[in-house]
């Protein structure tokens, strides 16, 4: 194996490190920065090729690539294939950081899908529920393709700018539609925005465990803040798939996942008719796409598709059984109860119980403060074999 591996990320055509190297590895526009003497080997389809070389290299090998290239860039496989201490990285700016700073907006809450290397279809489902999202399109992917796939998906009207050869001469930015997008011509070297509205979230982008006072709730009928929060965590969230809240009451732990992953395919199971119209106020309320689906489990899921990720709110075991017969292979559970007896026989199911206890601070007559205890929550979890 090369006895170092220089990984440098290029702005433009310009490298943000020097690139040296016995052996010089990238794309073939970036191999004209090859020192003299240098081997080349160019970056091509077939990826495994190249990690063979490098690792038959016994001197210094550099790698150049755009942008970051730990971000949807090479670091993944040479980390994979040599391990992450072998690696000297030196990242330049990625093309999505240009590309929101190109349209002056921030991107601490955007969705990236990339359309290298998966099918389109995929990405452009996986960026049509988002309501702020940068897909990464390619020479088999063009941005009018991606266009045309999130027409047909349905997606609503989006503010779209197309960011083209970010830090090269030629660099442009166009803003369309959805319907320019499809039935426009633009270069593959680019990264497409998305925006469902102005782009400049009015609350904070992160939000985690947010105050009951956020949602509408039936007599105080709403997960507190603090044990969401632990929920939340305990579900470990991916950036796509389905999750079931069911018993949701408020809404309030759905709205939270659709708000943290916004290619979550999210639905909200109540029975209790004056709580559904409640999850469609807060729903709109905090700007997330959330499927509210009034009936009553275990028969209301009988339609939905399976979840790997799901949160029982209510219904007992019962209902928790009917979601772990549906839960896809390596999905997780978290199921909270007030009492211990079915949170233990939960624990059976899942493999982990945990008890909740918060104490909140209050002002006392002299100024001073006390904490006043809630209730307990026990919350089980767990992915069942």
């Not at 389809?45 to 690539?65: I, R, T, W």
Request: proline share 6%.
């Amino acid at each position: 194996m090369a006895s170092r591996i220089r990984v440098v990320g290029l702005l433009g055509d310009r490298p943000v490190a020097p690139v040296e190297g016995d052996l010089v590895v990238g794309g073939h526009r970036h191999l004209a920065l090859a020192p003299a003497g240098a081997r080349t080997a160019a970056i091509e389809g077939d990826v495994q090729a190249v990690l063979d070389a490098v690792a038959a290299e016994p001197g210094v090998v550099c790698v150049l690539a755009s942008g970051d290239p730990g971000f949807f860039g090479i670091v993944r496989r040479l980390a994979a294939r040599f391990g992450a201490e072998a690696l000297d990285v030196h990242p330049a700016p990625s093309s999505i950081a240009l590309a929101f700073a190109r349209l002056g907006l921030p991107w601490d809450d955007c969705l990236v899908v990339s359309a290298h290397g998966r099918p389109l279809d995929e990405a452009a489902a996986a960026a049509a529920p988002a309501r702020k999202v940068a897909v990464l399109v390619s020479p088999d992917s063009p941005p009018e393709a991606l266009g045309k796939e999130l027409l047909a998906l349905g997606c609503g009207p989006r503010q779209v700018a197309v960011c083209t050869r970010l830090g090269l001469d030629g660099e442009r930015v166009e803003r369309t539609d959805l319907d320019g997008l499809a039935n426009g011509r633009f270069d593959p070297l680019s990264v497409v925005v998305l925006l469902a509205d102005d782009g400049i979230a009015s609350t904070k982008s992160l939000a985690w465990g947010r105050s009951e006072a956020a949602f509408a709730a039936r007599a105080g009928m709403v997960t507190k803040a603090e044990v969401r929060a632990v929920a939340l965590g305990k579900l470990d969230l991916r950036p796509t798939g389905v999750l079931w809240d069911i018993g949701a009451g408020s809404g309030s732990v759905a709205i939270e996942c659709a708000a943290l992953a916004p290619a979550l395919d999210v639905y909200a199971i109540e029975r209790n008719a004056d709580d559904v119209e409640r999850i469609r106020a807060n729903q709109a309320a905090h700007g997330v796409e959330v499927t509210i689906v009034e009936g009553e489990a275990p028969s209301a899921l009988a339609s939905l598709p399976d979840p790997d990720r799901a949160f029982v709110g209510g219904g007992g075991l019962a209902v928790l059984d009917a979601v772990v017969a549906r839960l896809l292979p390596g999905g997780t559970v978290v199921a909270s109860y007030a009492a211990l007896d079915r949170a233990a026989a939960a624990a059976d199911r899942l493999g982990n119980l945990v008890q909740v206890n918060a104490a909140r601070g209050e002002r006392l007559p002299d100024g001073g403060w006390r904490l006043a205890a809630e209730n307990p929550v026990f919350l089980a979890w767990g992915t069942p074999r």
